[in-house]
Nanobody, 123 residues
Framework: EVQLVESGGGLVQAGGSLRLSCAAS????????IGWFRQAPGKEHEGVSC????????YYADSVKGRFTISRDNAKNTVYLQMNSLKPEDTAVYYC????????????????WGQGTQVTVSS
């Protein structure tokens, strides 16, 4: 199973930006589609975005479309989530995970979650 570590979260004012990173420790990183998910307090996990192994398929939830950009650097075994024009409703713990990725959605592979990275957007 691929091991992933999220970083880059923090506290930002509404309208600000953050870039999250997802670093993988696996030799065959470019075999995996990677998804970003988030969980706000009291809510279920939500699929935010995903990118398939060759970046030919990219998905964004409607709530982040036009504001978030996902990308990957297979040479660095890293997937990024650039988050612009942040809103208070984006406040959540963000997780990356190996995922099924198609142009209309994403779902996580496996049952466990990593530690995630906290994103807090103040109004």
């Amino acid at each position: 199973e691929v091991q992933l570590v999220e970083s880059g979260g923090g506290l930002v004012q509404a309208g600000g930006s953050l870039r999250l990173s997802c670093a993988a420790s696996v030799f065959t990183f470019d075999d995996y589609a990677i998804g970003w998910f988030r969980q706000a307090p009291g809510k279920e996990h939500e699929g935010v975005s995903c990118i398939n192994n060759r970046a030919g398929i990219i998905y964004y939830a409607d709530s982040v479309k036009g504001r978030f950009t996902i990308s990957r650097d297979n040479a660095k075994n890293t997937v990024y989530l650039q988050m612009n024009s942040l809103k208070p409703e984006d406040t959540a713990v963000y997780y990356c995970a190996a995922a099924h990725c198609w142009d209309r959605g994403t779902s996580k592979v496996g049952d466990s979650w990593g530690q995630g990275t906290q994103v807090t957007v103040s109004s």
